[in-house]
């Protein structure tokens, strides 16, 4: 499968995850959430940021709790809890936000 | 939520066996694991031309080693005590998800190459009159559909008169699969990174090493105490081996600081350790022995090192199964811990101890704003046990949430205790291309929850492992629940719990 963004094509999964977290470009997040029917705005992107820097670090995205903090800390108390991360990505933060910034979907029993 | 593209089934007052529905799941298949995962657990790359006479080698080989398996193909008498019990038949109408018909799939194969009833009438064109079947493309592409639709829960097994375990089956047929390159991507995948990595999530070192630092920051911001996540620890009395989820989602995560809470207050040496970071083993999903035996191999590995006493458990369905009933057989003997406590131990063995011996100060009444339920997982229900005495896994868990909570109400009890329902996302099924199977799945524990909670008031439910927590989180939502209403049974603990030294609401200056 490959996603096209701007008349470039970019290799996915199965699932629609980037296939090499090192092609991504802003606009695969665009061309993923338009897919979705979902309009990104300045929080996802603040989101997608954070997580593709927690991933340039430990190799991994962040665990909810983590994601949750850094949201707090980022964009207020209120907005510190999983509630809100769903209000934002209905298909849960860890999938669909890790997906729309190319991070490899977090497996296990999560 | 995300839009559900299959029919979600309406929850009714009862439990409603269903009118029998052909091929209503026959679309059912999870993603195939690419070649070099197979080859990593030891398996073919792909589907050689002969796989025909492969995979009845590999029956034949599975038949040698387990009577078991035998012993379920020929003592079926179709007396039909099974065809309502299982959640998937229950939940999609399909016929092929009666555990009969499951096992039927098998056993029809079984009997045209191993018996002489099969290999006569095959010869003479038509099996059909003995049950059997040739072993032909459709029958695998069947295969492949019907057992990834088996979370291996074996409730069906509680019903049989002649004690068949559907399990069982279902791990042969996907060992036969694996052994001629057919592997199912989630369970495969994930297997990779406990070997690779360490655990199912692929969680590297300093990540874990970064993520428990942060907890414990979480917990003395919350209490004002100084409780610790050790990691890797040297000469520590406990090894505590838990599912990885436990470090990374909800509500997983607050059951892993309450188990924090009580080693602490209990005052004693424990730590985890970043090799045997994983208390999953997917490998008893896959059937595979050798793979069940490689990933259990770092917990053996780990004790050694780190030089431990005991080994306990974190809350894991399956893998309290492969611990308490396969550990010492894959990679024992144990003889270097200490004798005086069980091999391994699972965490609620602890803490109700730690309580039955009033060493935790506990305030039943900060639970309060709960009604709590208790959803027995399968495999802690039906192939282990918990302390010394029989039905322990059952009362155990209860006895803890009723140490914590002042309010319990027990679900209707044809879907408790051994007769429990699985959570619908068991065995390998936890991933998102098998979402309407789950979703379906979880009718009757569904049915039951939305029971207690119209008649009783029930607020949450609580459970012991971790495939259980994130299948229900997941699901719930689809039935009209709240994703937030499941909890880990150590989160109540934890809830509950005033450490000492805790800072306490009057000091409390915000």
């Known amino acids: 499968m490959a996603l096209v963004v701007d008349g470039k094509e970019f290799e996915t999964d199965e699932e629609g995850y980037l296939a090499n977290i090192n092609d991504w470009v802003e606009g695969v997040a665009t061309a993923m959430s338009a897919e979705d029917e979902l309009e990104l705005t300045d929080e996802h992107w603040d989101i997608i940021r954070f997580l593709r820097e927690y991933y340039e670090e430990y190799q991994i995205a962040p665990a909810v709790r983590i994601l949750t903090k850094a949201v707090a800390k980022r964009m207020g108390k209120e907005k510190g809890n999983s509630k809100y991360l769903y209000s934002l990505f209905p298909y849960g933060p860890g999938k669909q936000a890790c997906r729309y910034a190319g991070l490899p979907k977090p497996t296990g029993c999560v | ?510």
């Open chain 2, 1 to 510: 939520m995300a839009k559900a593209n299959f029919e979600v089934p309406e929850l009714k007052d009862f439990i409603e066996i269903p009118v029998v529905t052909p091929d209503t799941m026959s679309h059912s298949k999870p993603y195939m694991a690419k070649p070099e995962f197979q080859i990593e657990l030891g398996f073919p790359g792909e589907l050689p031309e002969d796989w025909k006479d492969q995979a009845l080698d590999a029956m034949g080989d599975l038949l040698g080693k387990y009577r078991s398996l035998q012993v379920y193909l020929d003592s079926c008498v179709k007396c039909g005590a099974c065809t309502d019990k299982c959640h998937y038949y229950i939940g999609t109408k399909d016929p092929k998800n009666m555990p009969v018909a499951r096992q039927d799939l098998l056993r029809k194969v079984y009997r045209r190459y191993f018996t002489f009833a099969g290999k006569f009438f095959g010869k003479l064109g038509i099996p059909e009159v003995v049950g059997a079947a040739d072993f032909t493309k459709d029958v695998l592409d069947d295969w492949y559909s019907y057992f990834h639709q088996c979370s291996q829960c074996r409730r069906c097994s509680v019903f049989c008169p002649y004690g068949i375990d559907t399990a069982e089956i279902s791990m042969a047929a996907r060992e036969i699969m694996d052994r001629i390159g057919i592997g199912q991507k989630y369970c495969n995948e994930i297997l990779g990174k406990v070997y690779k990595i360490g655990n199912n999530l692929g969680l590297p070192e300093r990540a874990l090493a970064d993520t428990l630092e942060g907890l414990e920051e979480d917990i003395e911001d919350e209490t004002g105490v100084k409780v610790r996540l050790p990691l890797d620890e040297k000469g520590a009395d406990i090894l505590l081996v838990t599912p990885s989820a436990d470090f990374f989602a909800e509500p997983h995560v607050d059951g892993l600081m309450g188990y924090a809470k009580v080693f602490h207050e209990a005052g004693a040496s424990w730590t985890l350790s970043s090799k045997a970071s994983e208390a999953g083993n997917f490998g008893m999903f896959i059937g595979s022995y050798e793979n069940m035996r490689r990933a259990s191999m770092r917990i053996r590995e780990a004790a050694l090192e780190l030089g431990v006493k005991r080994i306990i458990f974190g809350e894991c369905g399956h893998a309290w199964r492969v611990a308490y009933s396969f550990l010492n057989t894959l990679v024992g003997p144990f003889d270097f811990l200490d004798p005086k406590y069980p091999v391994p131990q699972h965490i609620l063995e602890y803490t109700w101890n730690e309580m039955k011996k009033g060493t935790l100060n506990i305030d039943k009444s900060l639970n309060d704003d709960m009604v709590l339920t208790f959803h027995d997982s399968c495999n802690v229900a039906r192939a282990s046990r918990m302390g010394d005495k029989p039905g322990g896994q059952f009362e155990i868990p209860r006895n803890v949430i009723k140490a914590v909570c002042n309010n319990f109400v027990d679900m209707d009890p044809s879907t408790t205790r051994e007769k429990t329902f699985c959570c619908g996302g068991g065995g390998g099924l936890l991933t998102d291309d098998l979402m309407e199977i789950r979703v379906k799945g979880a009718l009757p524990r569904m049915t039951a929850l939305h029971n207690v909670i119209k008649d009783n008031g029930v607020t949450h439910m609580a459970a012991i492992c971790a495939i259980c927590k994130s299948q229900f989180t997941k699901v719930l939502p689809y039935y009209g629940m709240g994703m937030d209403q499941i909890v880990s049974v150590h989160q109540l603990v934890s809830s509950a719990m005033i450490l000492t030294g805790q800072n306490t609401d009057d000091d409390e200056d915000e």
